[in-house]
């Protein structure tokens, strides 16, 4: 890769302090954004990712907190930087949109107050400034500017979304970050807001670290695709080598998962089971009870990443057999 | 699990149903916005027209902003339309005056919101929502029947262990752990139709085939009806008997799914249908719509998609089409379409 990696998470660990036993939600994750880069990361609901985007970014808040690791964000630790000094960060050089809207956006002040508070918490600018950038980020994302008078809740649920991500396009950040951002919009609002984000991506060069359940998103838009199950990175590499290639067996069921809008319609089961418990994580291999290929030493031996071609997967039957025995 | 596709109904013919469960006739819900100056009104839902029959699943789609989660909201009595009616079993809503009347139907006719974020109350345990829920509306059950009955729902939505969730605040589970409850309270109260906008939006594609499942085992088994509000056309096609395509507050097109997915009638639709990414497809950068949003604070007569539309003709910027039935049970709100 030609440029040092604008983000550079290693071994991140974060859990959950709980009364009966502490949750673990991310294990030992590491990955890395390049500058103008889209990195994707997809996984079963509740393994960990609304949690890895709150950590990377700094965001959380008892009972969670990292337990091991790094976040190098251009070259510094943000793991060991006051509040102060991540305000000056967060908005300008990164920003995050969160999962939920209606819980980022504050639901007594209106759209257009709340990019303009935004805004001078990073310098000083004119009303007739703050109204321009206000209304130019409002049209990317397509609401009608009459909605900087609106509060959160006159807008829809996709409206709100769009606000969310209109505001972290307020300043010309190095990396957005994302969580879920299209899960409330309709496909052509969706391919238009992606296709503009992937513009200005290349304008202006930021890198973009999304989580998502929507496979074609991924598909369409990502260079990097990381899969987490149960808390870790079960498989890492370029999108198109794990979707044309997947290599842990539960890529494969993901991908294998979806209905589809042409063709014939056939009854789709998923992956069998449930979610295991982060408090409670089986031995060996996390996926072992629900995998159609597992063997007797996954119930007891718990695999690494080991690397598949341009890809790395955590599955003993990837283990290369120099390791073996 | 039957090898039979889910989405089922189509042997049971419009004649031989009993009369709608639900009807909305003329719905209509405008707000006024843009402070307390500049006073504006802003369409959200203009004269909706719209049947949800036994054992159907009827999927609501259309544009970000368009008006479906209104259009639900009304239904579930959450807003107090504009102008126009709803009836439920024949009997009109604004008859139905009484608590029990209004208990009776919010038990009936279960909404699950949009966001489960702002949806659940932080204040207590998953335990207490499903709980009140079965206090008010299942009266009959004891206490442990209760605690039985609300892991029986728990475990239906793929939440296990379920003793486990139900005690957890929601402010400790994930997005798509939270949206599963939102659920789980519907199916608690035993509905005849539930109201699900965006039920499955945070959930991975293969839980969310198991919600889905879940959806159409309902509607064989229980003879539950579904308003089912989505973005993902996909699973649309795959639970739903009929489609409905809103645009800018009106019903543009709607018809059994699988004829209006084959031929959709409607610009909009056809649009909407063409945006549909093939997640097994390699990346293609295909033509952007960068179609402004439609006007639908104080809007002018006249189609509201026209100026995105392709096959304008002049009647479309004076006379705002109504739905006409092109063919037998398929209808599309356009002067062009045939
Ligand atoms: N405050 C908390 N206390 C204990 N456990 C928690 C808390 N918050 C979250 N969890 C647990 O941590 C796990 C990870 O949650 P997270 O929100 O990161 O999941 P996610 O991958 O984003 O899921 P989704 O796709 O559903 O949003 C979940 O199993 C959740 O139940
Ligand atoms: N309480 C309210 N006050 C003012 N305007 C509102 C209110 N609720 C909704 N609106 C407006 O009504 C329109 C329709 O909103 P609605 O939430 O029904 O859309 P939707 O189709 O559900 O969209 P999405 O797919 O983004 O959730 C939007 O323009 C929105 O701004
Ligand atoms: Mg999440
Ligand atoms: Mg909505």
């Not at chain 1, 808390?231 to 979806?258: K, M």
């Not at chain 2, 159907?56 to 959450?78: C, P």
């Not at chain 2, 594609?205 to 308003?227: C, K, P, T, Y």
Request: proline share 8%.
């Amino acid at each position: 890769m030609p440029d040092a990696p604008i983000l550079q998470v290693t071994d991140l660990s974060v859990e959950y302090a709980a009364e009966r036993q502490d949750v673990r939600a991310v294990d030992s994750v590491s990955l890395w954004v390049g500058k103008g880069e889209f990195v994707g990361v997809v996984g079963e609901s509740g393994c960990g990712k609304s949690t890895l985007l709150f950590a990377i970014a700094q965001l959380l808040s008892p009972p969670a907190s990292i337990v091991a690791g790094s976040v190098s964000f251009n070259g510094q630790n943000l793991v060991t930087m006051t509040e102060k000094q991540l305000n000056v960060l967060r908005w300008r050089d990164y920003s995050v949109v969160m999962q939920s809207a209606m819980n980022a956006l504050n639901p007594v002040i209106s759209i257009g107050a709340q990019f303009r508070d935004a805004l001078q918490a990073h310098g000083r600018f004119s009303a007739a400034d703050i109204a321009d950038r206000s209304g130019e980020v409002l049209a990317l994302v397509g609401i009608d500017r009459v909605h900087l008078k609106s509060y959160p809740h006159q807008l829809s649920g996709g409206m709100r979304q769009r606000a969310m991500i209109a505001m972290a396009l307020l300043f010309t950040p190095d990396l957005v970050i994302m969580d879920e951002p299209t899960s409330a919009l309709d496909v052509v609002a969706q391919r238009s807001l992606m296709g503009q984000i992937r513009e200005l991506q290349r304008t202006l060069g930021f890198a973009v670290l999304f989580v998502t359940h929507d496979m074609s998103l991924v598909s369409h838009y990502s260079d990097q695709l990381l899969v987490m199950y149960a808390g870790q990175v079960v498989e890492i590499g370029l999108t198109r080598t794990v979707f044309d290639t997947p290599a842990h067996p539960y890529s494969r069921g993901l991908l294998d998962a979806f209905p589809s809008v042409r063709g014939e319609r056939r009854r789709l089961t998923g992956i069998p089971g449930s979610p295991p418990s982060l408090g409670r994580p089986p031995s060996g291999c996390r996926f072992h009870e629900r995998c159609p290929v597992a063997e007797a030493e996954c119930t007891t031996e718990q695999p690494e990443l080991y690397p598949v071609g341009e890809v790395a997967s955590r599955c003993l039957l990837n283990r290369p057999p120099a390791v073996k025995g | 699990m039957s090898a039979e596709p889910p989405a089922g109904g189509e042997g049971v013919s419009s004649q031989e149903r009993p009369g709608p469960l639900l009807e909305a006739t003329g719905l209509t819900k405008h707000f006024k916005v843009g402070g307390n100056l500049a006073r504006k009104t802003l369409h959200a839902v203009d004269d909706v027209d719209l049947v949800i029959n036994p054992r159907e699943i009827v999927a609501l789609v259309g544009e970000s902003g368009s008006g479906k989660s209104t259009v639900a909201r009304l239904l579930a009595r959450v807003y107090m339309p504009t102008r126009g009616e709803i009836r439920y079993r024949g009997q009109s809503l604004a008859s139905m005056r009484s608590r029990r009347q209004s208990m009776r139907y919010r038990s009936d006719v279960p909404m699950v919101f949009q966001d489960p974020f702002s949806s659940l109350n932080p204040a207590y345990p998953v335990s207490h929502g499903i709980n009140r829920g079965l206090i008010l509306h299942r009266p009959e059950l004891s206490r442990p029947q209760r605690r039985a009955e609300a892991i029986r729902v728990v475990e239906t939505v793929g939440l296990r262990p379920a003793a486990h969730i139900l005690d957890r605040f929601p402010y400790e589970l994930s997005g798509g752990q939270r949206q599963r409850i939102g659920f789980a309270q519907a199916l608690a109260y035993r509905p005849t139709v539930i109201l699900a906008d965006e039920p499955v939006s945070m959930l991975d594609v293969s839980i969310r085939i198991g919600l889905l499942n879940v959806m159409a085992d309902l509607r064989e088994q229980e003879d539950v009806s579904f308003l089912y509000i989505t973005h993902d056309i996909a699973s649309a096609r795959y639970v739903s008997d009929r489609l409905l395509v809103m645009y800018a507050g009106h019903i543009v097109e709607s018809g059994p799914t699988e004829e209006v997915l084959a031929a959709p009638k409607h610009p909009y639709t056809q649009l909407l249908l063409s945006a549909v990414p093939d997640p097994r497809a390699g990346i293609a950068d295909g033509p952007i719509d960068k179609g402004e949003p439609p006007r639908v604070v104080d809007p002018l007569p006249g189609c509201r998609f026209r100026r995105r539309c392709p096959l304008a003709i002049d009647a479309c910027s004076t006379v705002s089409p109504a739905l006409r039935e092109l063919s037998p049970g398929h209808s599309a709100a356009c002067h062009v379409a045939r």
